[in-house]
């Protein structure tokens, strides 16, 4: 029973394997069109307009790329994230709403409270990583 159970474990993982290599791919994709976007229609910078929109380009790679830079330490990793990839991911993604949407002044403060919110939650477990010692130097 148990050996079957092992088996069954291995094919999911297995499976899982090609999806998220099936999805670092699309990713990449996406992440070559937004460099295509921005060499073609911003880089020229015809007018001062268009500094919102390469912005907003650079901003989508990065978060891209976090995402890609993720799923390889999944993959990599056993099957685990540290959570302190999705929080960076999560500080990224509100600065990019904070720089882009410019919202009203109650919307910008809740959007700051937020990051700091994340930023302090990284400083604790660092923190706590460093109470633990160096042996769980990725758990976080």
């Known amino acids: 029973m148990r050996k079957n159970i092992n088996r069954f474990e291995k094919m999911v993982s297995y499976i899982m394997d090609i999806m998220l290599g099936f999805l670092v791919l699309v990713v990449l994709v996406v992440m070559a069109e937004a460099i295509y976007d921005i060499t073609l229609h911003v880089v020229p910078l015809p007018s001062m307009d268009h500094v919102e929109v390469l912005i907003e380009e650079i901003a ?14 999944y993959v990599k990793e056993g099957h685990h994230i540290p959570v302190r990839y999705l929080i960076l991911i999560s500080i990224t993604a509100i600065l990019r709403e904070l720089l882009l949407e410019h919202g009203g002044g109650l919307e910008t403060v809740f959007l700051s409270i937020s990051i700091l919110v994340l930023v302090f939650v990284l400083f ?17």
């Open 60 to 73: 989508t790679l990065f978060i891209l790329l976090e995402i890609v830079l993720m799923l390889v330490r």
């Open 124 to 140: 604790v477990l660092e923190k706590l990583k460093a109470f633990h010692g160096r042996d769980s130097v990725d758990d976080f």
